[in-house]
C-alpha cells in the first residue's frame, strides 16, 4: 500500500464520489480536497461546470463532448497523478449512453464505458442514513435556490417558505431509488465501493477520511491535519419545522381510524393579495382564506404515496390568451375541515417571466400522483400585473432576464451569480463586492465594471469568471466563491491577486 508520505511515486488513479443530493458530498469533496492527496472532486461533469471548464481551459465552443470529458480530467488530475470527481447518478447514465454512441462503442458494457473514462478508479458511494432530512434539505435548496453557505451564511425569506409534505415525499423516494440505482450499478458491474453516511463523517470526520485514503491506496501514517472546512450548516427551525409537520401528517394518514372519503364539494375562497405590479419572475406570498361551505367535515389527507390529495393550486391565465399553467406551489389544508370552519392557507406563487397582466386562480383540485384535477369550479380569481420599476428595467436591459432568488431584492444569473441590482448602474455582487456597470450589457454579451480595487474590468457571459483588467493590461481568471479577499489568477503570469470587496453603502 502506497503511504501518505510517499504520494509523488502514486499511479494515475481516479477517486469518483457517487452521489445523490443533499447527502454530504460537498462537504465530503472539501475535506478530501484540502488534504492535497487525491485531487478536488468537484461536480466536474455537470452541465454548468462542463461550459465553466470549457471558458477556463481556452477551448473552443465547439469541441465535442467526449473530448471535453478528457480535457476536464487531464487539467483537474493533480502534481501525484490523481484525478477526483464527484457525480450523481443522472449524470454518468447520461454520459455512459452518449459514450455508446461513438463509433466502436455500441456493444460494449456500461463497465466498459465508465473504465473508458476512470481506468483506474476508487468508487466511494456517499449516503445519508436520515432521507427525510435529506430530502427536506433537498425541497429547501431547489425553493431558496441556495445550495450551500461557505464561510457565511446567505439570508433568505422564511415567510416565503411554505412547507411542502407531497415535494419532500417525492424527493425522499427518489433519493431511496437513486441509491438503490447506485448499488445495483455496482452488483452488476462487479465493482466494490466503499461505502460512507454523512452521519459517519461528521461524528468520525479524520477516522472516516483516512478509511477513504487507506481504500483509496494511501496508508496512514499521520493524522491528517487539513483546514477547518469552510462549508457551514445550513440546517435551521424551518428544517425542524418541517419534519415535525411531515412525520405528523405522516402519522395521521397511516391511522386506520381516518376514513378518507369526504372531499369538498362547497367551499368558499377569498385570497389576499399583495400589491402589483410585481417583478417578473418574483416569489410572493399569498394569504388565502378557505371556508367549508359543505355539511360534512372534509379529510383532505391523502395516502402516503401522494395519490388523492385535496390541495389548493393557483393557475396563471394571461389576457394575451396564451396557454395557462399551474403554479408548483401548494397549499395545504388542515387534514380535517369541519363544516363552517375557516382555514387559513399561506402559498408562494412565482409570478410569470414576461411582462404583462395575469388572472391569478385559485382552485380546491384533487392531486393524484402530482396531476391537479379540479373540485370545485368555484374559485376566487385576482389580477397580477408584472413590470419592472425604473431601475429595475435598467438593470434587466443590461443583465437580461434573471431570476429573482429569495434573498431580499437579489436576483441571480447562471454565468455571474448573485447580485443586487436596485441602486442600477451599480450593483453589489455577493463575492466581489460593489461594481458600477456600463457598456451595452447583453446587446453585445460585453459587460464593463468598475471595482473598488481593479478598476474597471470587462468580461461576458461566455467569458466570466475570466475578466479582462484595464489597469493591469491582463486577463485574470476569479476563483469562484472566494471573498474576503476575492482572488484573482493572472493567466500569463499565474499571479494571485487578492482584493478586498467594498460592501460599504453606495
Known amino acids: 500500500m502506497q503511504r501518505l508520505n510517499d504520494i509523488e511515486s502514486s499511479p494515475d488513479s481516479q477517486l469518483v464520489i457517487c452521489a445523490t443530493p443533499r447527502c454530504g458530498s460537498t462537504f465530503l469533496g472539501n475535506e478530501l480536497a484540502s488534504a492535497n492527496l487525491i485531487g478536488n472532486p468537484e461536480e466536474w461533469f455537470q452541465n454548468t461546470n462542463m461550459e465553466e471548464r470549457k471558458r477556463a481551459y481556452g477551448l473552443p465552443a465547439d469541441i465535442p463532448a467526449y473530448k471535453l470529458l478528457y480535457e476536464i480530467i487531464k487539467n483537474e488530475t493533480?502534481?501525484?497523478?490523481?484525478?477526483?470527481?464527484?457525480?450523481?447518478?443522472?449524470?454518468?447514465?447520461?454520459?455512459?449512453?452518449?459514450?455508446?454512441?461513438?463509433?466502436?462503442?455500441k456493444d460494449k458494457t456500461d463497465r466498459e464505458l465508465v473504465f473508458s473514462l476512470f481506468p483506474n478508479p476508487v468508487f466511494v458511494l456517499m449516503t445519508r442514513k436520515d432521507k427525510l432530512k435529506q430530502a427536506?434539505?433537498?425541497?429547501?435548496?431547489?425553493?431558496?435556490?441556495?445550495?450551500?453557505?461557505?464561510?457565511?451564511?446567505?439570508?433568505?425569506?422564511?415567510?416565503?417558505?411554505?412547507?411542502?409534505?407531497?415535494?419532500?415525499?417525492?424527493?425522499?423516494?427518489?433519493l431511496i431509488a437513486d441509491e438503490k440505482t447506485w448499488m445495483k450499478f455496482f452488483a452488476e458491474n462487479e465493482l466494490q465501493?466503499?461505502?460512507?453516511?454523512?452521519?459517519?463523517?461528521?461524528?468520525?470526520?479524520?477516522?472516516?477520511?483516512?478509511?477513504?485514503?487507506?481504500?483509496?491506496?494511501?496508508?496512514?501514517?499521520?493524522?491528517?491535519?487539513?483546514?477547518?472546512?469552510?462549508?457551514?450548516?445550513?440546517?435551521?427551525?424551518?428544517?425542524?419545522?418541517?419534519?415535525?409537520?411531515?412525520?405528523?401528517?405522516?402519522?395521521?394518514?397511516?391511522?386506520?381510524?381516518?376514513?378518507?372519503?369526504?372531499?369538498?364539494?362547497?367551499?368558499?375562497?377569498?385570497?389576499?393579495?399583495?400589491?402589483?405590479?410585481?417583478?417578473?419572475?418574483?416569489?410572493?406570498?399569498?394569504?388565502?382564506?378557505?371556508?367549508?361551505?359543505?355539511?360534512?367535515?372534509?379529510?383532505?389527507?391523502?395516502?402516503?404515496?401522494?395519490?388523492?390529495?385535496t390541495i389548493l393550486r393557483a393557475k396563471w391565465i394571461s389576457n394575451d390568451g396564451k396557454q395557462p399553467h399551474w403554479d408548483m406551489s401548494r397549499g395545504y389544508l388542515p387534514a380535517r375541515l369541519d363544516p363552517g370552519k375557516i382555514a387559513d392557507v399561506k402559498m408562494t406563487v412565482t409570478a410569470p417571466e414576461n411582462v404583462g397582466v395575469y388572472t391569478l386562480e385559485i382552485h380546491i383540485v384533487l392531486e393524484e400522483d402530482y396531476q391537479p384535477n379540479i373540485l370545485i369550479d368555484a374559485s376566487d380569481a385576482i389580477t397580477i400585473t408584472t413590470d419592472y420599476d425604473k431601475k429595475a428595467k435598467l438593470a434587466s436591459n443590461y443583465f437580461g432576464p434573471s431570476v429573482i432568488s429569495q434573498l431580499a431584492n437579489w436576483k441571480w444569473l447562471p454565468w455571474l451569480g448573485y447580485y443586487y441590482d436596485p441602486l442600477f448602474p451599480w450593483i453589489c455582487h455577493d463575492k466581489i463586492g460593489w461594481m458600477l456597470c456600463e457598456g451595452t450589457g447583453v446587446k453585445s454579451d460585453e459587460y464593463y465594471f468598475s471595482q473598488?480595487?481593479?478598476?474597471?474590468?470587462?468580461?461576458s457571459s461566455k467569458e466570466f469568471p475570466r475578466v479582462w483588467s484595464n489597469n493591469l493590461n491582463a486577463f485574470l481568471e476569479y476563483e469562484r466563491g472566494t471573498t474576503n479577499p476575492c482572488r484573482f489568477k493572472n493567466v500569463d503570469t499565474g499571479e494571485i491577486i487578492e482584493v478586498e470587496p467594498a460592501f460599504k453603502d453606495k
Open 452 to 459: 473598488n480595487e481593479l478598476g474597471w474590468i470587462k468580461t
Open 136 to 174: 427536506i434539505s433537498y425541497v429547501k435548496a431547489v425553493k431558496t435556490n441556495i445550495w450551500e453557505y461557505r464561510e457565511q451564511a446567505k439570508e433568505y425569506d422564511a415567510n416565503l417558505l411554505q412547507f411542502d409534505f407531497l415535494a419532500i415525499e417525492k424527493a425522499r423516494k427518489e
Open 78 to 105: 493533480i502534481s501525484n497523478g490523481w484525478f477526483s470527481i464527484k457525480i450523481m447518478w443522472e449524470t454518468l447514465k447520461c454520459n455512459i449512453l452518449y459514450l455508446r454512441l461513438l463509433e466502436g462503442n
Open 193 to 309: 465501493p466503499l461505502v460512507i453516511s454523512y452521519e459517519e463523517l461528521l461524528k468520525e470526520r479524520s477516522t472516516t477520511l483516512n478509511k477513504i485514503f487507506n481504500f483509496a491506496g494511501f496508508e496512514y501514517t499521520h493524522p491528517l491535519n487539513t483546514p477547518k472546512n469552510a462549508m457551514l450548516r445550513m440546517s435551521d427551525n424551518i428544517n425542524s419545522e418541517w419534519r415535525e409537520k411531515y412525520l405528523q401528517l405522516k402519522a395521521y394518514i397511516n391511522n386506520p381510524e381516518i376514513i378518507s372519503t369526504h372531499t369538498p364539494c362547497k367551499a368558499i375562497i377569498k385570497t389576499k393579495s399583495r400589491s402589483s405590479p410585481l417583478m417578473p419572475g418574483e416569489r410572493f406570498l399569498l394569504n388565502i382564506q378557505v371556508e367549508n361551505a359543505d355539511n360534512v367535515h372534509w379529510n383532505t389527507t391523502g395516502s402516503i404515496d401522494g395519490c388523492e390529495w
